[in-house]
């Protein structure tokens, strides 16, 4: 097993990577915490308030508002004996604390004022099963999933009706016939095929991708090859089959060689979209990848800040997470993945 320290150090240079500057699962910047592993020191100290407001010198006596002063500083060989003891059970949050960067609990978005408080979400209604090697919970004895939940802002887009604008479109196979005559941007004349998309037609669980690759456009249906295969496991992880559920992209059609969308294309198939989440009557929504959970949200935050969080997309609950070709190529991130399928999951059993 690695050490938990060079663990931790990866994970903290991939979040750097990504443009990420805080740590999500410590108070302490990324540069910071990276001080902290590579010098097995203790972090900077917090500020300490006390009762007495601007007094800078001098003794005061703690009040209602005082924190409790820092502990003093334990010996660098004090503090590697911990860390050692830490990382003998493999748990790199353990070696982190044990040099006195405690791991806090996970800062939850800021609710207006006038916003009604969310309700504690409740618990699977049905048992969640690993999805196998490839792809399932953590392993026993990892720490509380709650613990490596992001931090950031819960974004609500539209106003509350999905309004397609396609209300003659009377079922999903009229949406798919329109798709497939659409000539509101170029792509249809690039691609080969319209994906619209397919599951059931009764689905509330709704999985929405970024775009259709060569071997979707080939095919005409979404989600095929090894990013299908384990998307089909990150389902039945939370106790779906893939039929159970309906899978679609943003894009009904294929940018040449994979380019990124233009906004016209964008907002030529928004209206498909919609028209199937009307159709479904989806109660949550799980957004695949950056592309996917940029475009519904309509923000440019990056997915590291945008998975972990409830959002809403014209009255429809959405969770942002990974797409499966990126953890295909970097299997870290199976962990938060499974966090966030957990999550739509408490959502569409809540609903």
Request: glycine share 8%; aromatic share 4%.
């Amino acid at each position: 097993m690695s050490d938990p320290r060079e663990r931790l150090r990866q994970y903290l240079e991939q979040r750097r990577e990504l443009g990420e500057s805080e740590f999500v699962l410590d108070t302490l910047s990324v540069e910071d915490a990276l001080k902290v592993l590579t010098a097995g020191a203790a972090p900077p100290p917090m500020p300490t308030r006390t009762a007495s407001s601007g007094a800078t010198g001098g003794p005061s006596t703690p009040g209602a508002n005082a924190m409790p002063s820092e502990p003093p500083a334990r010996p660098d060989s004090a503090i590697r004996r911990a860390a050692e003891e830490a990382a003998k059970d493999g748990d790199w949050r353990a070696a982190l604390r044990s040099v006195d960067a405690a791991t806090p609990s996970p800062v939850k978005p800021a609710q207006s004022a006038s916003a009604a408080p969310t309700p504690p979400a409740a618990k699977p209604t049905v048992p969640l099963k690993g999805g196998g090697p490839a792809f399932g919970p953590p392993p026993a004895g990892s720490a509380d999933s709650a613990e490596s939940a992001a931090a950031g802002t819960a974004f609500t887009v539209g106003a509350g009706s999905k309004g397609s604008g396609l209300a003659h479109l009377g079922d999903l196979d009229a949406v798919a016939a329109a798709i497939a005559a659409c000539k509101g941007c170029t792509l249809s004349s690039t691609a080969l095929n319209h994906v619209p998309g397919e599951g059931n037609p009764k689905a509330r669980f709704v999985v929405v991708g970024e775009a259709p690759g060569a071997t979707e456009d080939e095919l005409g249906r979404p989600f095929v090859g090894k990013s299908g295969d384990l998307l089909t496991k990150i389902l039945e992880a939370i106790g779906f089959k893939r039929e159970d559920v309906f899978i679609c992209n943003v894009l009904k059609h294929r940018p040449p060689a994979n380019r990124n969308p233009t906004p016209e294309e964008i907002v030529a198939c928004r209206p498909f979209l919609l028209r199937q989440l009307e159709l479904l009557d989806a109660k949550v929504i799980l957004a695949l990848g950056t592309f996917a959970a940029q475009t519904l949200l309509e923000t440019d935050s990056t997915i590291g800040k945008l998975r972990g969080i409830e959002h809403t997309y014209h009255g429809i609950p959405l969770v942002a997470t990974y797409h499966p070709a990126a953890l295909l190529r970097n299997p870290s991130w199976k962990r938060p993945a499974w966090e966030d399928v957990q999550l739509a999951r408490r959502i569409f059993d809540r609903a």
